[in-house]
């Protein structure tokens, strides 16, 4: 899996990380609320998902998460199906988000407890940089209320080639051009 996970500022300055947003309650209370509406348990292996996948702010999919939960040095194992069904409870929950496909593997990250913010994905190796951009914030409230549009939130993923990528490709092509 490519490193998901390269934050920058609208300046263009050195890659800074997003600041987590105060939340009233913990991810896993806040699960435990959304479980109860549900009419759900708040199962052991559930709680430990949960504690898992906020316990770092990275881009995941099921199987990094699979993996960090059988390296657990405690004994507090989980299932694949549990991994699985807490992920789907997770993002109808509101708490985690799709934002890109890997081969052919769902990429998630956190919703709860992290500002809105955008995604540039590189066509070529797969890596999210995450922004965050006040002007294309503004443009889309001014053009939900030109339609008359009650905005909740907004989801953008631009794709493209990153940095580095357009410099190994430019490299290949010096390295071809003295051939």
């Known amino acids: 899996m490519p490193a998901m ?3 920058k500022s609208n300046s263009g300055s050195p890659p800074a990380e997003l600041a987590p947003v105060k939340v009233a309650v913990s991810p896993v209370e806040k699960f435990r609320e959304y479980l109860k509406t549900k009419r759900m348990r708040t199962t052991t292996e559930r709680v430990t998902i949960v504690e898992e996948v906020f316990s770092q702010h990275e881009h995941f999919d099921a199987d990094e998460l699979i ?10 194992r989980v299932s694949r199906s549990s991994v699985y069904r807490t992920l789907l409870e997770l993002e109808n929950a509101g708490m985690i988000r799709k934002v890109a496909r890997h081969n052919d593997r769902e990429v998630y990250e956190h919703d709860y407890g992290y500002p809105q913010h955008d995604h540039l994905v590189c066509d070529k190796c797969q890596k999210l940089i995450e922004f965050q951009n006040q002007e294309i914030a503004k443009i889309l409230e001014s053009i939900a209320v030109e339609h008359g549009f009650r905005k ?25 051009d003295r051939v």
């Open 152 to 176: 909740t939130g907004h989801r953008l993923e631009v794709f493209g080639v990153c940095r580095e990528c357009a410099r190994a490709k430019r490299r290949r092509h010096q390295a071809l």
């Open 5 to 7: 996970h390269s934050p």
């Open 67 to 76: 993996s960090r939960l059988t390296t657990r040095k405690d004994s507090r």
